[in-house]
C-alpha cells in the first residue's frame, strides 16, 4: 500500500531582501496574485507571507561575493556554521555541507524549489551543495527552526531551499577567474620554524586558481505556455599548499608549564625513524644524524618530530561538472507536467603527509644485519645475534614516497517528473516521482600494506650459495618462499631506505561505493473559503494543504581485497565491510491557515497556521510531528510571529548498519605521560587502572604530540530517532513613514532529544579516570602490550553511535535592510544606497552528553569538546552605492565574535589543563570590496577582493583543534584561511 500512494511538497519560494520579511512568489519566481506558496508552508493561497522566519540571499548578492562554492555564500550567514568543505583534508568526503545552528549537518534539510535534495555520498548521507548549479539560482531561503510538519524528516535545525531560475528565455554564458594572495609575514609561526630547521615562505604567494565556465539556455514555449531551460557547467580549481603560509610553516603545540609558549610540534612518526623500545613501552629514541648513521639517540619531540604541514592542501585541487534541464507545459489549467534533470561530476583529492608505520609494534629478530651493534644491543640485549625477537613500536614517516593521495569522485544524478494544476477555483494539486542517485569512487594512493611491512623489516643475511645476494641481507620471507617480491626496509639507517623498498610497500586501495533516494508524492491545495468556510471577521477564507509521501533511501558499499584485509597503515589496519542497508517511511500530512480577523482597528491581519505529519518508518517505528504558529500586525507597519513546532530526525542508513571503522580522534589520553609524584596528568594509579592501565605501564604510556588518538565507531540498529521542540517568536517591521526600510528580529529556541551521536573519544577517557563508572571504561581497550591508545591498532576507545542526550540552542537573528535613493536628499542624481544587515546573538549552545550527567555550554567557546568556534555574535552587513555613470560598488564587513578554549570553563564537563596561547581566540573582521557594471544592456562584468585587508586566520595549537574541522592550525572553513580572495568576471545575455 505504501508504494502506491504518492506525494511531496508544493514547489515553494519566498522572496525577500536578505534577512527581511519574506514576500510571497510563485514556484516560477515570477510576481503572482494568484496560487502562491511560501518556503516554510505548502498552503497556496493569495498573499500569504511567512510566518516563519526567513533570510534570503539573492542572485546579486551570490554574484557580489564572488564565491565559486555555495558553501562559501551559506557560511556567511551567521546561523550557519562550518561543515565538510573544499579546506577540510584529513578527514575529507569530498562534499559541501549546511550546518544551520550548529546543530550538525544532519539536521538541517536541503531543498531544491522545495523539494528534497538526495545524500550526496555514501561517507556521509547528508546533502551535498556541490550539485547545486550557481548559474541557476535567484535566491536561496533559510527557514529557521524545525520544519518537519511541511517538510519531514532532517528539518531539526531549519531548512535551506534553493530556488532555480525556471523562466529563463534567452542564451546567457558566463566565465570567471579567481585565485588567492597573501603577503607571508607572521611573527609568530615563521620564527619558530626557523629555528627548527624548517622551510619557511617568504614575500607574496598566489594559488588556489580557480575557473568557473556556465552557460544556460531558456526558450519559452507558446507565449509562455511552457518553458524548456537547459544548462551546463564547468569549474576547477588548483590546490594550495600549506607550506605556501608562513603561519603553517610547521604544526603548532604549545610548551612550558601551563603551556604559554608556542612552539613547532609534529608528529611522532618522523623521519629518520623514531622507536620504543621493549614493545613500546620503554626508551623512545630515534636515528642520530650526526652521528654513524645507524646509531641511536634519545628522541626529543621538540627537536626530532616530523613537520607534516607542507606537504599538506589547505585547498583540496578539484574539478567539477553540472548540467541538467528544467522543463514544464501548461496543456491546460488543470493539467501542466514538468520535468527536472540534473547530474553533477566532482572529482576532488586530498593530499596528506606521508604514509608509513605508525607506531605499530613488530617483532625485530635479533639477527638482523641491517642493525648495528649498538641498535642490536639497545633491542635485544643478551640475546644480540640469536634468532630471538623483540618488540619495537615503530615510527617512520615514508617521506622517500611522498604524500598520500585521497582520490574521491562523486557523479550525482536527480530526475523528478510530476504535474500539478488547478482543480477547479478551490483546490490545487501536484503529484511526482523523484530519484536521487549518488555513486562514490575512492582510491587511496601511496599508503603502506602492514603485511608488507612486517616482511621488509624480518631480514636476515642470505646463505645460499650461488645467489646473486648471496651474503647480503634479505627478506626472510623470500628464502623462505613466502614472499620472492620483498625488498628489506632499512628504517635503522639514516638515508638507508632505497626506492625499490618504498615501490613493494606502496600500495593503493580502492572501494566504491552509492545512495539512493526514491521518493513518490501528491499533495492538495485547497481555498475552503470557496465554500464559505471563513470567520466572520476575516476577508478570507481558511486554507488547507493535505498529502501523503513515501520515500526509500539505500545505501550500499564494496570494498577491494587491500580494505577488507585491513592492510593500510594509514588506516591504522581498519578492516572494512561491504554494506548494504535501506529504510522506507510512509507519511500523511495536513496543514492548515486560518485568517481570524482582517482589516480591522488594531488588526490589520491575524491568523492562526496550523500543521500535523505522521510518519511510518520501516526501521524506527512511527513518529508525529506538528506545528503551531500566530501572525499578528496592528497596521501595516509592524507584524509580530511566533511558532512551535515539534520535529524529528529519523536516523539514516549509515547510522543504523555501517560496520565499525576507526576514524580516530583528536585529544588527550589522561593516563599518558610520565608520573610526577605518584601521578600521571594529576592522576593517581588507581584511576589509571579503571580506565585499563596496569601498574607496569602506568608512568610510561607514551602521549602523542598530535594528540591523535584510536576509536572504533559504527552503525547501531536499534536507534530511535531524534525529537526536537522549537520556539520561534519575533517581529517585521516595514515602517511606511521610512520607505525602503526593513527590520526583523526573531528569537529561536531548539532543543533536540535523544540525540543520535558518538559520545566522544575525551569524555570516555575522563568520565572513566575521574568515575571509574564502568559504562565508560568498559569503552576503554588499552593495548595488552603498552597501554597505549595510539601505538599500534590494538589500544582504542569504542564509541558506537548511540541515542546519547540532548542539544539545545537559543538566540536571536537580526535583520536591517535599507534603501535610500540620494536624490531624495537632495543629493542629486548620484544613484542610490543599499544596505543590509544580518547578525546572530548566540543566547546558549548546551549539549548534555548522556541522560544525567549534566549539560555544558559551548556558547562562546571551541576546542576538543565544543569543536569549531561558537562566538556569542556574528554578523555581516552589505553596503552598496548604485551609480547612474559607471556600475555598482558593494562594500561588505563579516565579523565573528571572540571565543575562549572550553578547557578554560570552569564546568566540569570542560575543564582541563589550558595551553594558554589557546585561552582565547579574538574576534575577526573581514572587509569584501566588490564592483559589478553592466556594458550595453548584455554585458556584466565584476571584480572584488574578499578578506581585502588579508587578514591571517587565528592560530591554535594542535592540541586545540577538533580533528576533522581543524586544519592547518586554524578553523579553515570558519576563518578565510588563504588570505585575499581576488575574483574577475564577466556575464553574456542575449
Not at 831 to 851: A, V
Not at 881 to 899: C, E, H, K, M, Q
Amino acid at each position: 500500500m505504501k508504494k502506491s500512494v504518492l506525494s511531496l511538497m508544493l514547489a515553494s519560494a519566498t522572496v525577500a531582501i536578505p534577512g527581511g520579511p519574506a514576500w510571497a512568489q510563485d514556484e516560477d519566481g515570477a510576481a503572482s496574485t494568484s496560487s502562491i506558496v511560501v518556503t516554510g508552508s505548502r498552503i497556496r493561497q493569495p498573499g500569504l507571507s511567512a510566518l516563519s522566519p526567513v533570510t534570503t540571499v539573492g542572485e546579486e548578492d551570490i554574484k557580489l561575493t564572488g564565491a565559486m562554492r555555495i558553501e562559501d555564500v551559506v557560511n556567511t550567514l551567521p546561523a550557519f556554521t562550518a561543515g565538510q568543505g573544499a579546506f577540510i583534508g584529513g578527514q575529507a568526503t569530498g562534499t559541501a555541507n549546511a550546518n544551520l545552528r550548529n546543530l550538525g549537518s544532519t539536521r538541517t534539510l536541503v531543498l531544491i524549489d522545495g523539494k528534497r535534495l538526495m545524500p550526496g555520498s555514501p561517507m556521509a548521507l547528508v546533502p551535498d551543495l556541490n550539485f547545486i548549479p550557481g548559474n541557476m539560482i535567484r535566491r536561496v531561503d533559510v527557514v529557521t527552526g524545525g520544519a518537519s510538519a511541511v517538510y519531514g524528516s532532517d528539518a531539526v535545525a531549519g531548512v535551506v531551499n534553493f530556488i532555480m531560475d525556471r523562466r529563463f528565455e534567452g542564451v546567457q554564458i558566463s566565465a570567471q577567474h579567481s585565485f588567492y594572495q597573501h603577503n607571508n609575514r607572521d611573527s609568530i609561526v615563521a620564527p619558530l620554524a626557523r629555528a627548527a630547521g624548517y622551510d619557511v615562505p617568504t614575500g607574496s604567494v598566489t594559488d588556489g586558481h580557480g575557473l568557473d565556465l556556465s552557460a544556460k539556455i531558456g526558450i519559452n514555449l507558446e507565449g509562455g505556455r511552457g518553458n524548456i531551460t537547459v544548462y551546463g557547467g564547468y569549474r576547477k580549481l588548483d590546490a594550495s599548499f600549506q607550506g605556501n603560509r608562513d603561519y603553517v610553516a610547521c604544526a603548532l603545540g604549545a610548551t612550558g608549564p601551563t603551556g604559554s609558549t608556542h612552539a613547532c610540534l609534529g608528529s611522532s612518526t618522523t623521519s629518520p625513524a623514531r622507536f620504543v623500545l621493549n614493545s613500546g613501552s620503554g626508551a623512545e629514541v630515534t636515528l642520530d644524524p650526526a652521528g654513524e648513521g645507524n646509531s641511536f639517540r634519545p628522541y626529543n619531540v621538540l627537536r626530532d618530530s616530523y613537520n607534516y604541514t607542507p606537504i599538506n592542501y589547505f585547498q583540496r585541487p578539484d574539478r567539477r561538472y553540472t548540467m541538467g534541464a528544467f522543463a514544464s507545459y501548461e496543456v491546460s489549467k488543470a493539467f501542466v507536467p514538468y520535468l527536472d534533470v540534473m547530474y553533477m561530476d566532482d572529482r576532488t583529492v586530498a593530499q596528506l603527509a606521508p604514509s608509513g608505520i605508525f607506531g605499530q609494534i613488530f617483532q625485530i629478530n635479533c639477527n638482523n644485519p641491517l642493525l648495528s651493534a649498538s641498535q642490536m644491543s639497545a633491542i635485544c640485549g643478551a640475546a644480540s645475534g640469536t634468532s630471538a625477537t623483540r618488540g619495537v613500536s615503530i615510527g617512520k614517516r615514508n617521506v622517500e614516497g611522498g604524500g598520500r593521495l585521497d582520490d574521491l569522485r562523486h557523479q550525482s544524478y536527480r530526475i523528478v517528473a510530476g504535474a500539478r494544476g488547478d482543480l477547479g477555483d478551490a483546490w490545487s494539486y501536484d503529484v511526482y516521482g523523484q530519484f536521487g542517485l549518488t555513486t562514490l569512487t575512492e582510491m587511496f594512493q601511496r599508503d603502506f600494506a602492514l603485511s608488507r611491512i612486517g616482511r621488509a623489516l624480518n631480514v636476515v643475511t642470505d646463505t645460499r650459495p650461488g645467489s646473486a645476494t648471496f651474503g647480503s641481507p634479505v627478506c626472510a620471507a623470500v628464502l623462505n618462499g613466502v614472499d620472492p617480491n620483498c625488498v628489506p626496509y632499512n628504517v635503522w639507517s639514516v638515508n638507508g631506505v632505497t626506492p625499490q623498498a618504498v615501490n613493494y610497500l606502496q600500495i593503493a586501495a580502492f572501494w566504491t561505493g552509492d545512495t539512493k533516494e526514491k521518493v513518490a508524492g501528491l499533495s492538495f491545495s485547497g481555498d475552503l473559503g470557496k465554500y464559505g468556510v471563513q470567520l466572520p471577521w476575516a476577508e478570507n477564507g481558511v486554507s488547507v494543504a493535505l498529502g501523503a509521501e513515501y520515500r526509500e533511501e539505500s545505501l550500499s558499499s564494496r570494498f577491494d581485497e587491500t580494505f577488507r584485509n585491513g592492510e593500510l597503515a594509514g588506516q591504522n589496519g581498519s578492516r572494512r565491510v561491504n554494506m548494504d542497508g535501506k529504510f522506507d517511511v510512509f507519511e500523511l500530512f495536513g496543514e492548515a491557515n486560518v485568517p481570524i480577523v482582517e482589516e480591522r482597528p488594531l488588526f490589520h491581519s491575524l491568523s492562526l497556521n496550523m500543521g500535523y505529519r505522521f510518519s511510518e518508518y520501516s526501521t524506527a517505528g512511527s513518529t508525529h510531528t506538528f506545528k503551531i504558529g500566530g501572525d499578528w500586525a496592528p497596521s501595516r507597519d509592524i507584524r509580530f510571529r511566533a511558532g512551535y513546532n515539534k520535529a524529528v530526525r529519523a536516523p539514516n542508513v549509515s547510522e543504523l548498519f555501517s560496520p565499525l571503522g576507526a576514524p580516530g580522534f583528536t585529544g588527550t589520553d589522561p593516563c599518558a605521560g610520565p608520573a610526577v609524584d605518584g601521578r600521571v596528568n594529576g592522576y593517581t594509579f588507581a584511576q589509571c587502572a579503571a580506565s585499563g592501565v596496569t601498574q607496569a605501564q602506568f608512568g610510561t604510556i607514551i602521549a602523542n604530540p598530535a594528540g591523535q588518538y584510536n576509536s572504533r565507531t559504527g552503525g547501531n540498529p536499534g536507534l530511535r530517532p531524534e525529537t526536537a521542540y522549537t520556539w520561534t517568536a519575533g517581529f517585521v517591521a516595514t515602517p511606511t513613514f521610512l520607505p525602503g526600510l526593513s527590520i526583523t528580529a526573531d528569537y529561536f529556541n531548539i532543543r533536540v532529544e535523544d540525540t543520535i551521536d558518538v559520545i566522544g573519544g575525551n569524555l570516555i577517557l575522563r568520565q572513566c579516570v575521574q568515575t571509574a563508572d564502568p559504562f565508560y571504561c568498559d569503552l576503554v581497550l588499552r593495548s595488552p602490550v603498552n597501554g597505549s591508545i595510539y601505538l599500534g591498532n590494538d589500544g582504542y576507545v569504542l564509541d558506537i553511535r548511540r541515542n546519547t542526550g540532548s542539544k539545545s540552542t537559543s538566540g536571536i537573528d537580526l535583520s536591517v535592510d535599507y534603501r535610500l535613493a540620494l536624490d531624495e536628499v537632495g543629493l542629486g542624481n548620484v544613484g542610490s544606497l543599499s544596505m543590509s544587515f544580518n547578525g546572530t546573538w548566540l543566547g546558549s549552545l548546551k549539549t548534555e552528553p548522556l541522560p544525567g550527567l549534566g549539560t555544558y555550554e559551548c556558547k562562546g567557546y571551541f576546542g576538543l569538546t565544543c569543536g569549531v568556534p561558537s562566538p556569542e555574535w556574528r554578523h555581516r552587513a552589505r553596503l552598496v552605492w548604485a551609480t547612474p555613470w559607471v556600475g555598482d560598488f558593494s562594500l561588505n564587513w563579516r565579523y565573528i565574535g571572540a571565543v575562549t578554549v572550553d578547557r578554560a570553563s570552569s564546568d566540569p564537563l570542560l575543564t582541563g589543563r589550558v595551553a594558554e596561547v589557546d585561552r582565547r581566540v579574538g574576534d575577526r573582521h573581514y572587509f569584501d570590496l566588490a564592483y559589478s557594471t553592466n556594458v550595453a544592456g548584455q554585458f556584466n562584468l565584476r571584480a572584488g577582493v574578499n578578506n581585502l585587508f588579508d587578514k591571517a586566520p587565528p592560530l591554535i595549537s594542535t592540541s586545540s583543534l577538533t580533528g576533522v574541522l581543524g586544519n592547518g592550525n586554524t578553523y579553515p572553513q570558519v576563518y578565510d584561511p588563504l588570505g585575499r580572495y581576488i575574483y574577475v568576471g564577466a556575464t553574456v545575455t542575449f
